[in-house]
């Protein structure tokens, strides 16, 4: 057996939980889609009536909350009330993490007003946003302003809140870095009431630095301030196809938007926008992205593309055309393409309704699309929640851009997930170590992707039912995660933690940096208020008795474990 072939599984027994899953496709017509597209509305009505209040109303508002909340706070006795967290439902979470940490006993804080955005700077290129505001609301307000933030995540509901204190990504990425890395200043409620303003340059830089992957454990978040970037109406994109092997699709990914001679910072060599779909073992697109005016798209010959019309066929299925028709060129109105793979959550869609793909259900039920995430995950019993873990993949692989190739080929041989989603970001050398950081002395080494202050990193994204689940086989989706873990950990990546974790303690802290994370959890009075980022990502439901044992180790040492 060669490096890249799979290992022969045995044949898996169906047990009832099969059944259930293949035809869950009822539920989600005749129920979860028409809850999702009435909530879809009241939000995009909500979203209406903010938008027609002034900005100085919004701040009225805004402060009159905050006060709410550190009213709250204070109202909390340590003595007596659990650890504080938010009073959202837990399967309201676009994340596919289980929110078990809210199963003991807790101390809620209600954040579900924080939903506006409460100011765009065109002066500053600023927009100041809320922690609920999500990336549909923020694009709709300042696209037609020929503006947008500097990383506008691809699906509609993830909030401004979750992208900072998880994480959060685009394919403008590998020029501003992630979402948590174009924020210029933070809004937060500390542990005692305090409410404070964190930037890079002042007094709280350090609690600025360490806000994300925090998930927030360091305090409330209830205000941001995140960069914006000129914009044009139209993204001009390119569609690649390429074939040969696992490392000749990754090495044309990376030849996709790195220069060869190494002028990374060069913009005309650079593209604005860039995104990789590897769709098995030996073919793959690599799409690149400019925008473009209105003018230009509109030029005689020019194609235009609205992919975001509900009748129009998944993107992840148009890309994959180029594999027979060759490279082509399209123009794509700019909101419509930020948000491409909303209507079919990547190509989740195609597990959740397996005919939704088909131009009869797009013309027909396709304006209904996609069903929201938290209904799916609120319709779904512990059982088939089980079965998820087990037998499905939801994970993203953050990897040095040089190790793109080995981690597909890993992939490949553990998993057979396809399609595979690749998207590149910087992760930057800051002057602090913070959760996550680049490899020591990346900036000696001169690799493609890298310059002298970030090392390029690319998410590898693996999101879909692996392929012995698919044939039959039997397949320990939870052994599978601990070994994805475990590469990472080699291999100096990363696993955002809105995914299923299987790392034990020693291990993420073995995968992240505690240093500042701990520090400014002494500092700011979260030991012993807020739970800890590795308890909150830990699998399964955790017992009072376990938290409150393990901030108390916390509040005798004020250290995690680290190896």
């Known amino acids: 057996m060669s490096d890249l072939e799979a290992p022969l599984r045995p044949k898996r027994k169906k047990i009832w939980v099969d059944y259930f899953v293949q035809f869950r496709w009822i539920i989600v017509i005749f129920v979860v889609l028409p809850i999702s597209f009435t909530l879809y509305f009241l939000t995009y009505l909500g979203d209406v009536r903010s938008e027609m209040k002034s900005y100085k109303q919004r701040q009225k508002e805004h402060d009159e909350n905050v006060k709410k909340v550190i009213k709250r706070l204070k109202e909390r006795n340590p003595k007596k009330d659990g650890l504080v967290c938010t009073a959202r439902k837990p399967w309201i979470a676009v994340g596919m993490r289980n929110v078990d940490y809210k199963r003991a006993r807790h101390f809620e804080v209600d954040l579900s007003a924080f939903r506006n955005i409460l100011e765009i700077d065109q002066e500053r290129m600023i927009a100041r946003c809320e922690p609920l505001v999500n990336m549909g609301q923020i694009s709709r307000a300042t696209v037609p302003l020929n503006l947008a933030l ?54 709280y830089s350090d609690l600025f630095y360490a806000i994300p992957w925090s998930q927030g454990t360091l305090g409330l978040l209830v205000s941001a301030e995140i960069k914006l970037i000129p914009v044009k109406e139209y993204m001009k994109l390119t569609y690649k196809p390429v074939e040969g092997n696992l490392q000749d699709l990754a090495q044309a990914y990376v030849d996709s938007f790195a220069p060869r001679d190494g002028d990374q910072d060069n913009m005309e060599k650079v593209p604005d926008f860039v995104e990789g779909m590897v769709y098995n073992a030996t073919q793959g697109v690599m799409m690149t992205g400019r925008y473009a005016s209105k003018e230009e798209a509109k030029k005689k010959g020019n194609k235009i593309n609205n992919v975001g019309w509900w009748f129009k066929p998944w993107f992840y299925q148009h890309a994959q055309t180029a594999l027979k028709r060759g490279e082509f060129v399209e123009y794509i109105p700019t909101r419509e393409y930020y948000h491409r793979h909303t209507r079919c959550l990547y190509w989740e869609g195609k597990l959740i309704l397996p005919f939704a793909d088909q131009w009869w ?99 590898v994204g693996v999101y879909y039912a692996p392929g012995p689940v698919l044939r039959g086989e039997v397949f320990d989706g939870a052994e599978a995660v ?72 916390h509040l005798e040492t004020a250290y995690a474990e680290a190896d």
């Open 150 to 203: 500097a990383v506008v995540a691809e699906l509609d509901d993830l909030t401004v809140g979750g992208l900072i204190n998880g994480y959060g990504i685009e394919g403008s990425s590998h020029i501003y870095g992630l979402f948590s890395d174009t924020v210029v200043a933070y809004e937060i409620v500390l542990a005692d009431g305090q409410l404070v303003r964190a930037t890079k340059d002042n007094e």
């Open 361 to 459: 259900f797009r013309f027909l039920l396709g304006w209904m699309m996609p069903p929201k995430v938290s209904l799916l995950k609120a319709t779904q019993g512990e059982a088939i929640r089980n079965y998820y873990h087990e037998m499905h993949v939801i994970q993203d692989m953050l990897v040095p851009l040089y190790k793109v190739g080995d981690a597909l080929e890993w992939v490949h041989r553990e998993m057979e997930v396809y399609p595979i989603w690749l998207c590149p970001h910087r992760l930057y050398k800051l002057p602090v170590k913070t959760m996550v950081y680049p490899e020591p002395g990346f900036e000696h080494q001169h690799r493609q992707g890298d310059t002298y202050y970030a090392q390029m990193y690319t998410d």
């Open 482 to 553: 601990r070994r994805m873990e475990e590469w990472l950990i080699e291999n100096h990546g990363f696993q955002p933690q809105y995914a299923v974790s299987e790392l034990s303690e020693k291990n993420f802290w073995r995968m992240f940096d505690a240093g500042l994370y701990e520090h400014a959890r002494k500092k700011y009075g979260a030991v012993g208020t807020f739970m800890s980022v590795y308890y909150k990502s830990k699998k399964g439901r955790k017992t009072e008795k376990e938290v409150q044992e393990a901030e108390q180790a």
